[in-house]
């Protein structure tokens, strides 16, 4: 998920089951709630070390506990102190004009929103397909629900709306001078909530649906091995499957709805290489081993060079969700020996793929 819907989505819990609380509690929450994300400046670095960082540390379980310590820390560093006098510092938005009295919170109740933070960002990435490493760094395998796209614009719009609607009734109703003693937003970041919550049932319900309809049928004549259907960021009722034969991996659009004709023949197959000494010395790469562990669907493609061959392999996944931006490959040569002369990680745009 975009880190734009996790910072609403955090500033929506925090106004939904944290209302009038400060600043600085505000902060803390929207920290937890979005700094997962920093694993995607890993992108600046080159395709190999964003194929190993993106969803991984920041992500896992044990990553995780560490954004809470550090998201917890941070919100109560930034706490005011109390003054000489034993007041308590006025905050911020404690101040004339506000509704209601803000609620000061203890290290307990910073714990836990926090916490409520960092577990939703992981569980809305879990909904995607991109896959959590959630065991990191003892195991490297990816999870993914595969219910939601990695942008989902419904979700934004539900979130927005809870956020700023109530912004603007807020407004209207003090100019005419209308006096609401419950706490601004809340209502609406709740309301915006609950209505993600049914979104995603929703699309966890059609993408099981495709997943049935994938699996009742055989392609070119061959029954499925794996399979996974894969959301679309426009519409609920076709997903982009991707289906692994014995001989074979085909990408088809399939519609979730049991009534909608499927084909599965209008699906673009290709056919996989027959295992051979070149693959078996490209998968023993450490290249290909760290590909391997975060692609779902690995096509290889095995071409003659000047010098030896030249083995490539994708994931079918970002050709079925049409995803080129973020794709990477990794490039294998090897010399007439069937010796490793090169191994690379790099981004799909720039090889030339069969």
């Known amino acids: 998920m975009d880190p734009l819907t996790h910072a609403f989505a955090s500033l929506a819990l925090a106004r939904g089951f944290f209302p009038r609380r400060?600043?600085?509690?505000?902060l803390g929450v929207l920290f937890a709630g979005t700094i997962a994300d920093a694993d995607l400046l890993s992108v600046l670095f080159g395709p190999g070390p964003y194929l190993s960082s993106r969803h991984t540390f920041t992500h896992a379980i044990a990553g995780t506990v560490v954004v809470i310590l550090v998201a917890s820390g941070i919100a109560l560093i930034l706490r005011p102190k109390s003054s000489p006098s034993g007041k308590p510092i006025r905050d911020?938005?404690?101040?004339?004009?506000?509704?209601g009295p803000r609620k000061d919170a203890g290290i307990l109740t910073v714990l836990i929103a926090v916490t409520l933070a960092a577990a939703l960002h992981v569980l809305m990435d879990l909904s995607t397909s991109a896959g959590v490493a959630l065991l990191w760094p003892w195991r490297e395998t990816r999870f993914a629900w595969d219910w939601l796209p990695g942008v989902d614009l419904w979700i934004l719009v539900f979130l927005l709306a809870g956020i700023l609607l109530p912004e603007?009734?807020?407004?209207?109703?003090?100019?005419?001078g209308t006096k609401d003693q419950a706490p601004r937003g809340r209502t609406g970041a709740i309301a915006a909530l609950a209505l993600a919550l049914i979104y995603i049932g929703a699309r966890a319900t059609l993408h099981g649906n495709a997943v049935a309809q994938m699996d009742a049928h055989?392609?070119?004549?061959?029954?499925?091995r794996r399979l996974a259907a894969f959301a679309d960021p426009f519409s609920l009722m076709n997903w982009h499957g991707v289906v692994e034969t014995a001989g074979q991996i085909c990408t088809v659009i399939v519609p979730a709805l049991e009534s909608a004709r499927f084909d599965p023949e209008s699906g673009v197959c290709v056919h996989k290489p027959e295992d051979s000494p070149l693959l078996q010395a490209a998968e023993h790469t450490v290249a290909m081993k760290k590909f391997l562990q975060a692609a779902r669907f690995p096509k290889a493609s095995v071409g003659v060079t000047e010098d030896g061959t030249e083995v490539v392999v994708r994931d079918l996944q970002d050709a079925a969700e049409n995803e080129p931006r973020f794709a990477v490959v990794v490039r294998i040569l090897l010399d007439g020996d069937r010796q490793v002369t090169s191994q690379r990680t790099v981004w799909a745009a720039k090889v030339l793929l069969k």
């Open 22 to 26: 400060p600043w600085w509690f505000v």
């Open 92 to 99: 911020a938005e404690n101040a004339p004009g506000k509704t």
């Open 218 to 224: 055989t392609y070119r004549g061959e029954s499925p």
């Open 168 to 176: 603007l009734f807020g407004l209207v109703a003090s100019e005419i």
